[in-house]
């Protein structure tokens, strides 16, 4: 049920994106299209964003946010509800705000409810939810008849950029370049540089504050046997996220290799399928995965992605998790039902008339090198992991939809280093509350979204998770509870309770035989 800063989507075949869609229909491609105070949390169609109180520039912030993707952009709208106000600054290189612009595939959808917005789970009256979007664009009906659980990925992010360009204290065009404890004015230092609109450095700043959100996100993966290619100029090698950016390139090559086994990969796959003339598809699927496996979508799996499972996982021993997240890839990397129900649909629409697709889904399989031949063609080196066999593909043009990765933290965090504590893997700890652990002497806090999935779960990058997570950091910012937590989110019990169970009284502790003695 992930929704994260990569594409997992599921796909229908009837009629026409996370950190997860679905797609219907057709699959012609769309490409998806700063004030500085907070202010009152006002109940209007659109939020409007009076300012606070003029501050000094050298007044320092209650939160400073690094990053406005999905995560730090829930927890910029509920601090802006906050009582108070907080004083806050979120701060992005980017121009605007975009999700994922590459894999916005028409008919994709959200695989999380569209309650899983930015504000919904923590705050339903704020003026942030989705709900309030569509009244504000005069859509609120329309939706209501559409009775769509699950919006498509391009209208979640027109809702994200909506909220982006209303919410005050949001600076895009600002990278971030370092982030420094002052021990004498007990207040972390941030400095940033703005950009122009070219993207070249213009003007350098600081700002200072008592607390710091890292939301940077994740990158797009790339295989290292592949990282030449993908790297080379004008070479056919691309990630999927760029995949609507080069679709016409790829319709247009003669014989196309999707590469991944996550719903990213399968609706690409199948997306580039339904383009193609039946017959001269030339296209092969391959993935490291024993099968093209489904996703756990159960309503008992999906508790995984609760905050009571959350608390369990990050109560486990270091091991324990490490060895437990390996296993729970179908929680989060296998693909929508719906969407290997359209992939075997449309395969099997076009033998209809006889003869088979030029289709080839390989699963099972790794690169093992890869390079180019007679001149723009490519040769992928191939091993099959279980027969142990090789092989060669000769390719025109290949799709990396092999994942993200959380981007490290190492750069930003430099100036920290000497006060961060990490576990036996060297990565930073990261308590319940989702602070890092510093030493002592720094008095502030540094808290992290979508980094912690070592020491959180699976759930880290699930939009599903998001308000509350930036419930819970603007509870522990604020010392109060501005947003009343949930006691309990799930009917499985994830763990034994170590309490000493009530006694029972002798009678009722005597054992019964099963069978009967003659």
């Given at each position: 049920?992930?929704?994260?800063t990569?594409?997992?989507?599921?796909?229908?075949?009837t009629?026409?994106?996370?950190?997860?869609?679905?797609?219907t229909?057709?699959?012609?491609?769309?490409?998806?299209?700063n004030?500085?105070s907070?202010?009152?949390?006002?109940?209007t169609?659109?939020?409007?964003?009076?300012?606070?109180?003029a501050?000094?520039?050298d007044r320092?912030?209650d939160l400073v946010?690094?990053?406005?993707g999905p995560?730090n952009l829930?927890?910029a709208?509920?601090?802006?509800?906050?009582p108070?106000p907080?004083?806050?600054?979120?701060?992005?290189?980017r121009?605007?705000?975009?999700?994922?612009?590459?894999q916005?595939?028409d008919?994709?959808?959200?695989?999380?409810?569209?309650l899983?917005?930015?504000?919904t789970?923590?705050?339903?009256a704020?003026?942030?939810?989705?709900?309030?979007y569509?009244r504000?664009?005069d859509?609120?009906?329309?939706?209501?008849f559409?009775?769509k659980?699950?919006?498509?990925?391009?209208?979640?992010?027109?809702y994200?950029r909506?909220?982006?360009?209303?919410?005050?204290?949001l600076h895009?065009?600002h990278?971030v370049?370092a982030?420094?404890?002052?021990p004498?004015?007990?207040?972390f230092?941030?400095d940033?540089?703005?950009l122009d609109?070219?993207?070249?450095a213009?003007?350098?700043?600081?700002?200072?504050?008592?607390?710091?959100?890292?939301?940077?996100?994740?990158?797009?993966h790339?295989?290292?046997?592949?990282?030449?290619l993908a790297?080379?100029?004008?070479?056919p090698?691309?990630?999927?996220a760029?995949?609507l950016?080069?679709r016409?390139t790829?319709?247009?090559?003669g014989?196309?290799?999707?590469?991944?086994?996550?719903?990213s990969g399968?609706?690409i796959?199948?997306?580039?399928?339904?383009?193609?003339?039946?017959?001269?598809?030339?296209?092969h699927?391959?993935?490291r995965?024993?099968a093209f496996?489904?996703m756990e979508?159960?309503?008992?799996?999906l508790?995984?992605f609760?905050?009571?499972?959350?608390?369990?996982?990050h109560?486990?021993?270091e091991?324990?998790?490490?060895?437990?997240?390996?296993?729970q890839w179908?929680?989060?990397?296998?693909i929508d039902t719906?969407?290997?129900a359209?992939?075997h649909d449309?395969?099997?629409?076009r033998?209809?008339?006889?003869?088979?697709?030029?289709?080839?889904?390989?699963?099972?399989?790794?690169?093992?090198?890869?390079g180019?031949?007679?001149?723009?063609?490519?040769?992928l080196?191939?091993e099959?992991?279980?027969?142990?066999?090789r092989s060669?593909?000769?390719?025109?043009?290949?799709?990396l939809?092999?994942?993200?990765?959380e981007?490290?933290?190492?750069?930003?965090l430099a100036?920290l280093?000497?006060h961060?504590?990490?576990?036996?893997?060297?990565?930073?700890r990261?308590?319940a509350d989702?602070?890092?652990v510093?030493d002592?002497?720094?008095?502030?806090?540094?808290?992290v979204?979508?980094?912690e999935?070592h020491?959180?779960g699976?759930g880290?990058?699930?939009?599903?998770?998001?308000?509350?997570?930036?419930?819970?950091i603007l509870n522990?910012?604020?010392?109060?509870?501005p947003?009343?937590?949930?006691r309990r989110?799930?009917f499985?019990?994830?763990g034994l309770?170590?309490?000493?169970?009530?006694?029972?009284?002798?009678?009722?502790?005597?054992l019964?035989?099963?069978?009967?003695?003659?």
């Amino acid at each position: 049920m992930t929704g994260t800063t990569g594409s997992t989507t599921r796909t229908t075949s009837t009629t026409s994106n996370a950190g997860t869609t679905r797609t219907t229909g057709s699959t012609n491609s769309t490409n998806s299209t700063n004030s500085t105070s907070n202010a009152s949390n006002t109940r209007t169609t659109t939020p409007t964003s009076p300012a606070a109180p003029a501050t000094a520039p050298d007044r320092p912030h209650d939160l400073v946010g690094i990053g406005i993707g999905p995560f730090n952009l829930s927890l910029a709208a509920l601090a802006h509800g906050t009582p108070g106000p907080l004083a806050t600054a979120f701060y992005d290189q980017r121009p605007a705000f975009h999700w994922h612009p590459g894999q916005l595939i028409d008919g994709a959808t959200l695989q999380v409810p569209f309650l899983a917005d930015l504000v919904t789970l923590a705050d339903p009256a704020s003026p942030w939810t989705f709900l309030n979007y569509l009244r504000a664009k005069d859509r609120l009906f329309p939706f209501y008849f559409a009775e769509k659980f699950h919006i498509h990925r391009a209208e979640y992010d027109a809702y994200c950029r909506w909220v982006s360009e209303h919410l005050p204290g949001l600076h895009f065009g600002h990278h971030v370049d370092a982030i420094r404890w002052n021990p004498q004015r007990r207040l972390f230092d941030v400095d940033f540089t703005q950009l122009d609109t070219d993207g070249e450095a213009a003007a350098l700043g600081r700002a200072h504050t008592r607390n710091v959100v890292l939301g940077v996100g994740t990158a797009p993966h790339v295989p290292e046997p592949l990282r030449p290619l993908a790297d080379a100029p004008d070479v056919p090698v691309l990630h999927s996220a760029d995949y609507l950016a080069h679709r016409d390139t790829l319709l247009a090559a003669g014989h196309v290799t999707v590469i991944g086994s996550g719903q990213s990969g399968a609706e690409i796959f199948l997306d580039l399928l339904r383009a193609r003339p039946a017959g001269a598809e030339r296209l092969h699927w391959l993935a490291r995965t024993e099968a093209f496996a489904p996703m756990e979508y159960s309503k008992l799996g999906l508790e995984h992605f609760t905050p009571d499972y959350t608390q369990y996982f990050h109560a486990l021993p270091e091991p324990a998790r490490d060895t437990l997240l390996p296993h729970q890839w179908q929680l989060h990397k296998g693909i929508d039902t719906d969407t290997l129900a359209a992939i075997h649909d449309e395969l099997y629409r076009r033998t209809l008339h006889g003869g088979w697709p030029d289709a080839v889904l390989t699963p099972g399989v790794q690169v093992r090198t890869a390079g180019r031949v007679a001149g723009s063609h490519l040769e992928l080196h191939l091993e099959h992991l279980r027969q142990g066999t090789r092989s060669r593909l000769a390719t025109d043009a290949v799709v990396l939809a092999t994942g993200y990765r959380e981007r490290p933290l190492d750069g930003l965090l430099a100036g920290l280093d000497p006060h961060l504590r990490r576990d036996t893997a060297g990565r930073p700890r990261v308590g319940a509350d989702y602070r890092l652990v510093l030493d002592d002497t720094v008095t502030g806090s540094v808290y992290v979204q979508n980094a912690e999935r070592h020491t959180h779960g699976v759930g880290t990058p699930d939009l599903g998770l998001a308000a509350w997570r930036s419930a819970v950091i603007l509870n522990t910012v604020t010392g109060k509870e501005p947003y009343p937590l949930p006691r309990r989110t799930a009917f499985t019990t994830f763990g034994l309770d170590a309490r000493e169970a009530p006694s029972l009284p002798a009678q009722s502790r005597k054992l019964t035989p099963l069978t009967e003695t003659v």
